[in-house]
Structure formats: structure tokens, C-alpha cells
């Protein structure tokens, strides 16, 4: 006969004269969580309460000892906190804070594929909770939506640190069983092979994944086919799911899932400075921010957002944000800025880098203000602008010719390249353009660019450009056929460009 108490029937327990079992909350192979209440100090808690044939088993006795002593040490509101642990009439457990919510799986199981912001802005604060684990030499090696909490304030924690292990002296927990999840399994992990926080990065990616997809990505007859197509198969491309989606946020996915550690992102906080980024770059395609993402975004110091002070003007929700726990979000450039010109995308191994920006009249004199088109890629959306010549009607009508009238500039890449879109930033919104792309050149005739691979039509403060090349460019034309309405100048129009980027 078994001697072991079911779960319901550990309902009423009290554990070391304090802690008041009352409902089961879930069950995994180790261990048994339930709601308790802490009489001493009168506050709902989660128990984990270790199985008593596991508890018999030393090392399984010590991992879970090993998981109370581990989490007691991360202090960070995007982690579920260990409040105190002990063992009584041979029942080992640990008392959690208690978290009135739902899980991050619930969640995408009841909506399906979340709003792009929502689903960054959770990526985020897990990343955040993984950093302080990570800078104690800590691998979760289990991140999946199932071990993330979504609180009653909309927070996500982490938790469910009972597989994780400490970093050996090389930076990596030794070979041996594979543990975790495998529809989010690292492929070195589901090799047997070691792993570093770069694995708990290709898992993060791939639940990342599943928030704006609404689904794993791999599917096989057993648990053991899913791991062999994370280790075979790259993940399906996010836009081509959901083609809403921000190429900024699908890259930061990309990157984080490649296969070869050494090509994912070699620490959470580069993963947060993309994901922040790809947040502002959702928050002001939409041009309002929802829920966590509010919160996410208002922890980007002002110095520190990417969109110009005119555009956060125009976006002025992006404006309401809010501090999240602990401390600051450090965004930076979709592609990542310096002096001089441009600047290098953190792609999959790819870099995309502008060289310089020239301006384009060849229907008017050949010059479109040439002394400052270089502020268009200075690396300063803020403070710097490239400004057409003024033109007494929107259309250039009677001051260019062609078939279509207008002015332009074109940027010019360091070697050839085939992004996905183009990034525009703008003082003067409500011009139309279209961009054009070749490989070699320039053209000097408009004629000579060929079709254009993406359009804009009453441009807004930031536009993110869908482009469409058949092949890769180095050669980048936005021809302006309308001009919007001069700052300086009532009733004279013209354009101005601040800031100019290519995601690949």
C-alpha cells in the first residue's frame, strides 16, 4: 500500500506550525505548489512541497535544496521571491511569494498571439529577471511561458529556477542529462552538450516567438522530434506568420534563436537593449503604447529614446511611460549609431551599415541643399536635419521636369545588402515618396533606378518603410514627389529628413 499522501490530502496541513495548506495551484514531476496561508504574519503564499519519493532520492533531495538556496539570493521584481524554506515530518519545501495572475502560457493559450508591444514588453522584463540570475553565474535552463507569471498588475516574474545550475569555472554547467523543455530547448542543450546563458537567450527567443505567433514553432510526434528541429531546423520567419510584425521585433527573434551560440546575443543585456528598441519601434507605429508597454518604455531615460524629439512630439504617448522595476532600460538605435554616418544593425550575424547620404535633383539644378544631407545619417535624430530647397506648391509643379516631378536624396550602403525596411524620421510629416534601390551607380536619371520597392503617402513623424528588393542594393533612393507644408515659411513647402536607417 502507498504511504504517500495525495495532494488533496496534504490540504489542511501545516507545515512547520506556519504555513496552511489550502489549495493545490499545480504539479510537476518533483514537486507540488499550493496556495497557503502564512498565519504567523496573515498573507496568502505558494508552498512547494517536494514529492516524498523524490525527497528519498539524495541528489533530487539536493537540487531542490539547491533551488531554495539559489533563489534566495536573486532579489528582483521581475522574479518570483523565495520568502523561506525548511522540511517538516519529511516534507522539504519552499515558500514563495504568492502571485494572484495567471501564467504567460494561459495567457497566450486564452488571447493567442499577443499585441506585438505586449509580447516585448514581457520578453523584456523576463530578460531583466534572467540578468540578475545570470550575474550570480546562474542558468535557468528552463524558460518557457509555463515558469512566467503574469501578476493582477500586468508584471511578468520568473520562477521555477529547479533545474538551473551553477556556472563551473568555465562559464558552463557540465555535460549530462538534458533538462528543460524542448518546444524551447537550446540545441546544445537537447544535445547533451553544455550550456551558458546563451541558451537560457535561444529559449527566451522562442518563447518570444510564441507570443507573437501564437504557437511554438516546431511540431513533431514526440518530445524528442521537437528537440532534433531545434537542434536541424531554423525557426519560421515571424513576418512571414505575422506580417505586422516590426522587422526590429522579428531580428531580435532571429538573432536570438541562431543556432551557434556565438551568433546569438552574448548576454541578456544586449537582447534588452534590441527588445527596447523594437518596443519604441511598435509603440510608434501605433502611435500609443497598452499596458506593460507603457511601463516598459517610460524606463528609457529621455536622453536614451531613439525617436526625435519632434517625433515624440507626434507620438505623444510614446511620452507616458513608467519606471519598471529597478532600474532603467538603456534603448538603442534600431541600427546602432555612431559619429559619422550610419551605423550597424545587430542582425543574425549580418551588419548593415550606411556609408553616406547624397541629395538628388537631376529634374532641377543637381543640388538639394548638399551641405547638410549628411545630417541624415550623423547618427542625431534629435538635433540635426536634412532640409530640401522651399517650393511654392506641394506637387513641384512648374519647377521640375519629368514624368514625375520632385526631389530626393539617397543614402549609399558600405557593401551591398538586401534590408527589409527603411526607417525614416521627419521634422516636417505629410510629404508622399517612393524609394528606389539598385546595385550599382547612382543612376543620374530617375528613369535609371528601375521599380520602386517601397512607398510612403502622407508620411507620418516616423515612418518604417516596408521595402521589397529582389535582390541586394547598394544604392537607396527616397524620391519625394510631394513636399509638406516649410516650418519657417507659411505657405511655402519642402521636406526635411533627421534621420535615415536600413534593417535587414
Known amino acids: 500500500m502507498n504511504s504517500r499522501p495525495t495532494s488533496s490530502q496534504m490540504i489542511g496541513t501545516v507545515l512547520s506550525g506556519r504555513y496552511r495548506l489550502e489549495a493545490k495551484l499545480g504539479s510537476g514531476g518533483m514537486s507540488t505548489v499550493y496556495l497557503a496561508r502564512d498565519d504567523t504574519l496573515d498573507r496568502a503564499v505558494a508552498v512547494k512541497v517536494m514529492h516524498r519519493e523524490m525527497s528519498e532520492q539524495a541528489d533530487q533531495l539536493e537540487r531542490f535544496r539547491q533551488e531554495a538556496r539559489a533563489v534566495a539570493k536573486l532579489s528582483h521584481p521581475n522574479v518570483v521571491a523565495v520568502i523561506d524554506a525548511g522540511e517538516d515530518g519529511g516534507h522539504p519545501y519552499i515558500v514563495f511569494e504568492y502571485v494572484e495572475g495567471e501564467t504567460l502560457k494561459q495567457r497566450i493559450n486564452r ?52 533545474i538551473s545550475r551553477q556556472l ?73 506568420r505575422r506580417s505586422e510584425v516590426s522587422a526590429a521585433a522579428a531580428l531580435v527573434v532571429e538573432r536570438a534563436t541562431a543556432k551557434e551560440p556565438a551568433e546569438r546575443y552574448q548576454d541578456v543585456g544586449e537582447m534588452i537593449d534590441d527588445l527596447s528598441t523594437a518596443l519604441e519601434v511598435e509603440a510608434a507605429r501605433a502611435g500609443s503604447t497598452t499596458g506593460e508597454a507603457t511601463t516598459i518604455l517610460e524606463a528609457v531615460p529621455p536622453p536614451k529614446r531613439k525617436l526625435s524629439s519632434r517625433a515624440r512630439l507626434s507620438w505623444v504617448a510614446v511620452l507616458l511611460l513608467v519606471l519598471v522595476g529597478g532600474g ?79 526631389v530626393g536624396l539617397y543614402v549609399t550602403t558600405k557593401s551591398a545588402a538586401k534590408p527589409k525596411e527603411m526607417v525614416i524620421r521627419t521634422p516636417t510629416p505629410g510629404w508622399d515618396a517612393q524609394v528606389f534601390a539598385t546595385a550599382s551607380g547612382p543612376p543620374e536619371d530617375l528613369s535609371e533606378w528601375g521599380e520602386p520597392v517601397g512607398e510612403v503617402t502622407d508620411a507620418a513623424s516616423l515612418e518604417d518603410v516596408e521595402l521589397n528588393l529582389p535582390s541586394p542594393a547598394k544604392y537607396f533612393l527616397i524620391w519625394f514627389n510631394k513636399a509638406a507644408p516649410a516650418r519657417d515659411q507659411e505657405g511655402r513647402y519642402q521636406v526635411e529628413i533627421s534621420d535615415v536607417k536600413l534593417v535587414g
Do not use: C
Open 328 to 406: 532603467a532600460i538603456a534603448a538603442v538605435l534600431l541600427i546602432s549609431s555612431g559619429g559619422g554616418g550610419g551605423g550597424a544593425l545587430k542582425g543574425k550575424g549580418e551588419k548593415i551599415s550606411i556609408a553616406s547620404a547624397t541629395d538628388y535633383d537631376p529634374q532641377g539644378d543637381g543640388e538639394e541643399d548638399p551641405e547638410t544631407v549628411g545630417f541624415a545619417v550623423d547618427g542625431n535624430p534629435t538635433g540635426t536635419a536634412w532640409s530640401s530647397e522651399h517650393y511654392d506648391t506641394p506637387t513641384f509643379a512648374g519647377t521640375k521636369t519629368g514624368p514625375d516631378p520632385g
Open 111 to 162: 488571447l493567442g498571439a499577443l499585441d506585438p508591444q505586449e509580447a516585448l514588453a514581457y520578453a523584456i522584463e523576463i530578460a531583466r529577471g534572467l540578468t540578475v540570475a545570470h550575474a550570480r553565474n546562474m542558468v535557468h535552463r528552463d524558460i518557457k511561458p509555463q515558469n512566467v507569471l503574469i501578476d493582477s498588475e500586468g508584471r511578468a516574474k520568473l520562477t521555477d529556477f529547479g
Open 168 to 240: 563551473e569555472q568555465d562559464g558552463m554547467t557540465a555535460t549530462g542529462r538534458v533538462l528543460g523543455t524542448t518546444d524551447y530547448v537550446a540545441p546544445e542543450q537537447a544535445m547533451g552538450h553544455p550550456v551558458d546563458p546563451r541558451s537560457d537567450i535561444y529559449s527566451l527567443g522562442v518563447v518570444l516567438y510564441e507570443m507573437l505567433i501564437g504557437q511554438v514553432p516546431f511540431h513533431a510526434d514526440s518530445q524528442v522530434g521537437v528537440a532534433m528541429k531545434h537542434v536541424n531546423e531554423e525557426l519560421p520567419d515571424v513576418q512571414a
